[in-house]
């Protein structure tokens, strides 16, 4: 969802960028016997990586392609030391979640995703002495708010480290009496803005306006908002200030394993497909 609101993930200009740059970090394309393709975005530590895309496109006859392409991506990516595999799936799509079940990924998570057309003007107004840009020191700080607000289970999962590594990613925090409350990540795009918002709950109406406010210096576009589903104070205030629901993801995760290459996939570049691709994999159904 996020690489098609900025507008920038162009599949086989990232595989071919990558080949003939010989990266080995940040975006991987594995090909399949020359009937698909799939490709992985690097997460800061090198130790975990989103699944972007895949092609071709679901239908009946390529279940066993994606199957495939996904048991060679994790091998791949697992003798290459990252240990968690991440993936967003619109939970309507009860066929491809069965198939990544099949691989060993399983969801942890669920997040809604909203959408603001403009900014009210009121917003503009929002108390704004709290926020700065991040900086280093505020690692301490940002997991103590992340330990107060996420649920064990998810954190055993994402880890502070794993930052996915976004383009043009800017961040800010609020600090008050010396502890951080709230966290923004905003991403600026050429087809809307993305927000991630972590917010104390004791916060949130007041500070969500303000991390709106942020965008004021961003060309206007419509704005993407993500509320996990154990956020119900961010999903309602969202609502509150006018953003719209959009559609439910599943958020899933594979642990990998070390073992014995196949050589079904091999991170090659291929500049052949056989059906449409899918960006960010959820998007098939749209």
Not at 57 to 77: M, T
Not at 127 to 146: F, N, T
Request: charged fraction near 30%; glycine fraction near 8%; aromatic fraction near 10%.
């Amino acid at each position: 969802m996020e690489s098609v609101i900025w507008g920038s993930h162009r599949p086989l200009v990232k595989a071919l960028g990558s080949y003939l740059t010989f990266n080995r970090r940040g975006v991987y394309t594995f090909v399949l016997d020359g009937q698909g393709f799939i490709q992985g975005r690097d997460r800061a530590s090198g130790l975990a990586c989103d699944i972007v895309y895949i092609a071709p496109s679901w239908d009946d006859s390529s279940e066993g392609i994606w199957y495939h392409l996904l048991e060679g991506f994790c091998v791949e990516k697992g003798e290459e030391r990252a240990r968690r595999i991440f993936v967003k799936l619109r939970e309507e799509e009860s066929e491809e979640v069965e198939v990544f079940r099949q691989v060993g990924f399983r969801g942890y998570a669920r997040r809604q995703i909203f959408r603001l057309d403009e900014i009210p003007p009121k917003m503009l107004d929002a108390d704004k002495r709290s926020l700065r840009p991040r900086r280093a020191g505020d690692e301490w700080g940002l997991q103590r708010l992340y330990s107060s607000v996420t649920p064990r289970p998810v954190q055993q999962v994402e880890r502070p480290e794993d930052t996915p590594l976004y383009p043009m990613m800017r961040e800010y925090v609020a600090q008050e009496e010396g502890e951080i409350i709230a966290h923004f990540c905003l991403m600026p795009g050429k087809e809307g803005h993305w927000m991630r918002a972590v917010i104390h709950p004791q916060a949130e109406k007041r500070l969500i306006r303000s991390g709106l406010w942020l965008f004021s210096a961003f060309q206007a576009r419509p704005i993407y908002c993500e509320a996990r589903g154990y956020e119900e104070g961010l999903r309602s205030e969202l609502r509150e200030i006018g953003f719209e629901y959009l559609f439910e993801e599943l958020l899933m995760v594979k642990h990998t394993t070390a073992r014995a290459k196949v050589p079904a996939a091999q991170p090659v570049v291929s500049l052949e497909t056989k059906a449409e691709g899918v960006p960010t994999v959820s998007s098939s159904k749209r």
